[in-house]
């Protein structure tokens, strides 16, 4: 009982029940705690057996597909066998890499000036929002801008229209994941840099960019992974080709337009055609995920 | 690291560099606006023939598609939006919070490492890949649990017109598929959520004597409430604007019905199929639907990060 | 300071891997602009020409179409052809909107397809049965009259042991199954063809007119183009639909005898098509009609397809272009037709196609 002077009062003393063991807790609570363990676990399962799977058949299926010729020959008929994915894997690497030309410079400046410059004034707070926002921006919709207000205007489908949309894609993704790192690039480096004289442009160059690359790259690359797999620019911007081409202002296809095409087929070659080059899809976007990862787990800067 | 003192000496010049290299990272930066700007502005002018041609409320109330009249009622690609996205939602939420549990709360150090980057990976898929397993793999293998669904449940009276006749491709396979692809998404962001619940809190529930579950439902999932609802918004608008999965199962068929089982068309779905062989007000329609879907998922991506923010700052402190 | 921050070098060397890289793909994309010359040699035939076509259109011959691109780009290397099977509907379109050499199109041209009288000429090409395929399991032998047809295309046969399917197929157990009826979704000239079969065999039995476009009720299921119909046709046990034989046979479906006008029910095959094509009076404009034809051994559902070309061009080039490829396909190419399941034009049709090119200038 206290006193009125709010004297402390002693802890009321409560009587343990018994040892602190686990068993000593009532059933109930006890197998309500391992029910919810238990199906976290499952949750886990349910998510990642779909991605096994998906694996697991892509290979299966596109593997007795998969070869030099494959890779290299002119797409044909959907009737027939034969032919492969030469003009999709060119169309790929080409419409990709421009894109990357693109987006990564824009980026990469963008994000020095959102942490470097901009810090929180507003135009870099609206900035940050918006590509925020860009980022939640449905391909489909990007690949119909595209389409207005390139396609439309030259008359025609090209590589290059629909590497400009995958480019808008990849933006606001390299944008914030660089920012994201140059955030981590210790302060103290700019100070030093600063005492030594140098102006800001060029301690952006010359120190903050060189400690925040590898976390830079490795977000450059998971951008391009995720560009590599857009299936709606090409199919809305880029037309249509069946023979090899390095002409990027010609009518280009794509590995996913492809896939999407000859998912769509009731022929046999045409739906083998589809799984092989979901393998070569998956090959390069797994391969490109896999070595970002890398990167940024041997090379980061550790938090302070 | 060695910095050789002379590069980095000030000279006037470095003046008008310094200024250029600011002017350059300001456009970059800027580009992003103008961009989603002209987004807007383009796509808005080329469908306006379609939406008044058919009368603002013909667009978006009718359920009569028909190009070849000039018909383009948009009602069935709208509703078909919006059953495969909550039918997402609904699976992947519980799906990804026991995930994001596990992994903040259960997990080994080795083994979080490990499911991180099955998740990572699980996000790199290209949706046309999962749309093509769909469509061979998964709608046939999901065939004999539809019917079971249909026989077992299609009698009831309310709840059984949710499944009626069934059809291989469907809303549900597309619903499934969807969630697979919006799990990544709803984890990683509520997996940011549990990291931030103060340790102190949980060490009082423990201390108090809680079982992990009791600890997790009385310290963790009660903060972590708002930043869990912008998670959700954020794997909604994703699921909203995902196309090309969707257009390979959800069995391209116009129609409005409660039955899920039963093939239908989403915004995104439509516009990808129908779009090769549109031509003048097709194409705007067309158009004008790319409209509506940017505008509510920029209005759902905007909200959610707003909720995610401000449960972020709640948890850190102002400096988030 | 931190080991793991990386020096210099390391930037540099990231950075000249990324110029290298980025001068590798410029360099790529920029030459090998292979612009074809639109010049054409003194010598005759078509191994000599050079220059691009585009065609697009019906669905329907896409597979000898193709089978002549492939055949051509080994015989005329210098000759970019195209052709996209975006259905008669949408090559008509183009082809008044200027966006093709020729259209490909199994359907005549009407008012609604909005191209001006006088801009095209028909020219008939090859013709093919037009197959009722179906998927249901156990039954591989199906004989459908046109009323029954119909009926199912109606909906108001529903499942596949209705009398009425049943009177058609004595003696043959049919399941309980329901039927699901596949059609086209986009505007077709199959659709054409198949429903103006209907209208003239099935008569009052069937309600919905024919044209590239249906209002198909809203119980049923549609694809695009041939190979979407022939999708939806293999996917789900029960299904029915209508489907060039090139495409069903090359989907491995199953396909349904017709009553003929002779009240014989005939399988679609090649000999069917050309039995139909043989009493079928040509028009003046080339167009004929081999639909619901007289005869014992005539495939009633055998449609035309047509080429559309302008009787003038704006280059003289792309006029021979267009001329010697059509001429290629009525002639050298008709021997690879039977291959890909087409009938070829019997020889008084042919004679007048070929003297309906020579119009073009």
Same mark, same amino acid.
């Given at each position: 009982m206290s006193t009125i002077q709010g004297a402390a009062t002693p802890a009321q003393r409560v009587p343990l029940s018994g040892s602190l063991r686990r068993g000593t807790l009532p059933m109930r609570r006890r197998l309500v705690d391992i029910a919810s363990r238990v199906l976290m676990v499952v949750a886990l399962l349910i998510a990642v057996v779909p991605l096994f799977l998906v694996i697991y058949y892509v290979a299966r299926h596109g593997a007795k597909l998969l070869s030099a010729q494959f890779?290299?020959?002119? %797409? $044909? #008929?959907?009737?027939? #066998?034969?032919?492969?994915?030469?003009?999709? $894997? @060119?169309?790929?690497?080409?419409?990709?890499?421009?894109?990357?030309?693109l987006a990564i410079p824009l980026g990469v400046l963008g994000a020095i000036y959102l942490n470097e410059y901009g810090r929180k004034n507003a135009l870099a707070r609206l900035i940050r929002v918006m590509s925020d926002v860009m980022t939640g921006v449905p391909s489909i919709v990007m690949a119909l801008f595209i389409y207005i207000a390139i396609v439309l205007v030259t008359k025609e489908k090209t590589g290059f229209a629909a590497a400009l949309a995958l480019a808008a894609l990849m933006l606001p993704v390299v944008l914030r994941s660089s920012e994201e790192m140059l955030k981590l690039v210790p302060d103290e480096l700019r100070q030093a840099s600063a005492a030594l004289g140098a102006r800001r442009w060029k301690t952006t160059v010359s120190v903050v960019l060189p400690a925040a690359i590898s976390?830079?790259?490795?977000?450059?690359?998971?951008?391009?992974?995720?560009?590599?797999?857009?299936?709606?620019?090409? @199919? @809305?911007?880029?037309?249509?080709?069946?023979? !090899?081409?390095?002409?990027?202002?010609?009518?280009?296809?794509?590995?996913p337009a492809q896939i999407? =095409?000859?998912?769509?087929?009731?022929?046999?070659?045409?739906?083998?055609?589809?799984?092989?080059?979901?393998?070569?899809?998956?090959? %390069? $976007?797994? =391969?490109?995920?896999?070595?970002?990862?890398? !990167? #940024?787990?041997?090379?980061?800067?550790?938090?302070? | &690291?060695?910095?050789?003192?002379?590069?980095?000496?000030?000279?006037?010049?470095?003046?008008?560099?310094?200024?250029?290299?600011? *002017?350059?990272?300001?456009?970059?930066?800027?580009?992003?606006?103008?961009?989603?700007?002209?987004?807007?502005?383009?796509?808005?002018?080329?469908s306006w023939p379609a939406i008044s041609d058919t009368g603002s409320n013909g667009f978006f109330s009718s359920k009569l598609w028909d190009p070849n009249t000039g018909k383009f009622?948009?009602?069935?690609? &709208? *509703?078909?939006?919006?059953?495969?996205?909550?039918?997402?939602?609904?699976?992947?939420?519980?799906?990804?919070?026991?995930?994001?549990? *596990?992994?903040t709360e259960l997990a080994h150090r080795r083994v979080k490492g490990f499911v991180v980057t099955l998740i990572d990976l699980l996000a790199s898929v290209p949706s046309v890949v999962f749309g093509l397993w769909g469509i061979f793999v998964f709608a046939p293998a999901m065939s004999p649990v539809y019917k079971w669904l249909h026989n077992t449940f299609g009698d009831i009276p309310v709840v059984g017109k949710l499944f009626g006749d069934v059809s291989p491709l469907n809303f549900m396979t597309a619903g499934i598929i969807l969630a697979i692809m919006i799990v990544p998404i709803i984890t990683s962001i509520t997996r940011e959520v549990f990291d931030t619940v103060p340790e102190a809190d949980k060490q009082a529930a423990w201390a108090l004597g809680a079982t992990r579950w009791e600890m997790i439902r009385g310290a963790v999932l009660p903060h972590s409430f708002g930043g869990i609802v912008g998670a959700v918004m954020l794997g909604l608008g994703r699921a909203m604007g995902e196309t090309v999965a969707v257009a390979l199962v959800i069995g391209a068929s116009i129609q409005v019905t409660p039955n899920l089982l039963a093939p239908g068309y989403s915004i995104p779905a439509a516009i990808v199929n129908l779009f090769g062989e549109s031509t003048g007000t097709f194409t705007a329609a067309l158009v004008g639907m790319g409209v509506v879907l940017f505008i509510v998922t920029v209005i759902v991506n905007f909200l959610a990060q707003i909720v995610v923010r401000r449960a972020e700052i709640r948890m850190k402190g102002a400096t988030a | 300071m931190n080991r793991n921050v990386l020096s210099r070098r390391g930037f540099a060397n990231l950075s000249a891997g990324v110029a290298i890289a980025a001068v590798a793909a410029i360099a790529l994309a920029g030459c090998a602009k292979d612009e074809p010359k639109n010049t054409t040699s003194n010598a005759p035939g078509i191994s000599s020409l050079s220059g691009e076509l585009k065609g697009s259109g019906a669905s329907f011959p896409d597979a000898y179409y193709q089978e002549i691109i492939a055949e051509l780009k080994t015989k005329a290397p210098n000759l970019k052809i195209t052709y996209n099977p975006v259905g008669s509907g949408t090559g008509k379109k183009e082809f008044a909107g200027g966006l093709n050499d020729f259209a490909g199109t199994d359907s005549t041209v009407k008012d609604a397809d909005n191209v001006p009288a006088g801009s095209y000429l028909y020219v008939p090409t090859v013709a093919a049965p037009i197959t009722v395929s179906y998927n249901l399991k156990g039954v591989s032998n199906l004989q459908l009259s046109a009323s029954t047809l119909a009926k199912i295309f109606q909906r108001t046969v529903k499942t596949w042991n209705d009398p009425a399917i049943a009177a058609d197929n004595p003696g043959v157990t049919l399941p309980a199954t329901a039927i699901t009826v596949a059609h086209r979704s986009d505007a077709s000239g199959t659709t054409s063809n198949f429903t103006k079969f209907l209208v003239a065999a099935a008569g009052p039995d069937w309600t919905l007119a024919s044209g590239d476009t249906v209002n198909w009720p809203t119980d049923t299921v549609g694809g695009a183009k041939n190979t979407g119909v022939a999708t939806l046709v293999k996917q789900t046990d029960g299904t029915i639909g209508y489907v060039d034989l090139a495409d069903a046979k090359a989907a491995g479906l199953v396909f349904a005898s017709i009553?003929?006008?002779?009240?014989?029910?005939?399988?679609?095959?090649?000999?069917?098509?050309?039995?139909?094509?043989?009493?079928?009076?040509?028009k003046d404009d080339l167009t004929y009609n081999p639909l619901n034809a007289a005869g014992d051994t005539a495939y009633p559902i055998t449609a035309p397809t047509y080429f559309l070309v302008k009787p003038h061009y704006d280059s003289p080039e792309k006029a021979k272009l267009v001329k010697e490829f059509v001429k290629y396909v009525l002639t050298d190419g008709a021997s690879l037709a039977a291959e890909v399941n087409f009938a070829t034009l019997p020889d008084s049709i042919k004679t007048k196609a070929l003297a309906q090119l020579d119009k073009v200038s």
């Open positions: 890779l290299t020959a002119d %797409i $044909v #008929s959907p009737r027939r #066998s034969g032919g492969g994915m030469g003009p999709a $894997v @060119v169309g790929t690497l080409l419409i990709t890499g421009i894109a990357s030309l976390g830079i790259t490795s977000g450059i690359m998971l951008a391009i992974a995720r560009a590599a797999g857009e299936t709606t620019p090409i @199919v @809305v911007c880029a037309g249509v080709a069946t023979t !090899i081409s390095w002409d990027i202002n010609a009518q280009q296809t794509a590995l999407f =095409v000859n998912a769509q087929q009731p022929f046999l070659p045409a739906q083998d055609r589809a799984w092989g080059a979901a393998l070569t899809l998956m090959i %390069i $976007v797994l =391969v490109f995920t896999i070595l970002a990862r890398l !990167i #940024s787990s041997r090379f980061a800067i550790k938090n302070r | &690291m060695t910095i050789k003192a002379r590069t980095l000496t000030q000279k006037d010049s470095g003046r008008v560099t310094d200024r250029a290299f600011w *002017f350059l990272c300001v456009g970059a930066g800027t580009i992003v606006l103008v961009v989603l700007a002209a987004i807007l502005v383009s796509t808005i002018r080329q009622g948009t009602l069935a690609f &709208m *509703f078909g939006t919006v059953v495969v996205s909550l039918l997402a939602v609904v699976l992947a939420v519980p799906v990804s919070i026991g995930i994001a549990l *596990f992994l | 009553k003929n006008k002779a009240g014989k029910f005939i399988a679609p095959t090649l000999d069917g098509a050309q039995a139909a094509l043989a009493g079928a009076e040509v």
